[in-house]
């Protein structure tokens, strides 16, 4: 008898990744507007020890986040988001339309013709913190996403989501 339990919860793998961001969604923090109109001395500190070796910093208060913007070690251009409680959200980052998983990629050709001209950005989510992020002004559960910013079929400027595995998904239109 306790070979077999054993057995079954060996064959269990745990929860799915999918599950584990449904748990964590219901765990979210809502937004919460910014008071003021400087940058927090405490999102500068915890900047510095998240890219301590950042140069070209140019920071900015949203309604909703303090931003900085800078250039990396490795010299790629980068914004990091932080929210109220000065802890980082995440950062976006310049990306190319290779950079998007094969499925995505062969999706979007069919779908739009100016699909090689598209501007790419990547969303890289902080997984420790649960503040949901806000781009091209629609909120969203915050994890690892591509943004693809093109042209609808009617000539409208539209953006599609992907997921790193590859789902493609209308997400807002660029007014």
């Not at 799915?16 to 748990?23: A, H, L, P, V, Y």
């Not at 070796?53 to 980068?78: H, S």
């Amino acid at each position: 008898m306790f070979i077999a339990i054993s057995a079954v919860r060996a064959q269990d793998p745990g929860p799915t990744k999918k599950e584990i961001r449904k748990e964590r969604h219901a765990e979210k923090k809502s937004l919460r507007a910014l008071n003021g109109k400087d940058v927090s001395y405490q999102s500068k500190q915890r900047f510095a020890e998240n890219f301590g070796n950042a140069t070209d910093v140019k920071w900015e208060r949203t309604a909703y986040f303090d931003q900085a913007a800078f250039i990396n070690k490795d010299g790629k251009p980068m914004t990091a988001y932080y929210d109220d409680q000065s802890n980082l959200v995440g950062t976006t980052s310049p990306a190319s339309f290779t950079d998007l998983p094969a499925a995505a990629q062969r999706n979007i050709e069919r779908h739009f013709k100016n699909y090689k001209d598209a501007t790419v950005v990547f969303f890289d989510d902080n997984e420790f913190n649960q503040t949901n992020m806000i781009i091209y002004g629609e909120e969203f559960e915050d994890e690892d996403n591509y943004f693809v910013e093109l042209r609808d079929d009617n000539g409208k400027p539209i953006v599609l989501r992907v997921t790193l595995e590859g789902e493609v998904t209308y997400f807002a239109d660029i007014k």
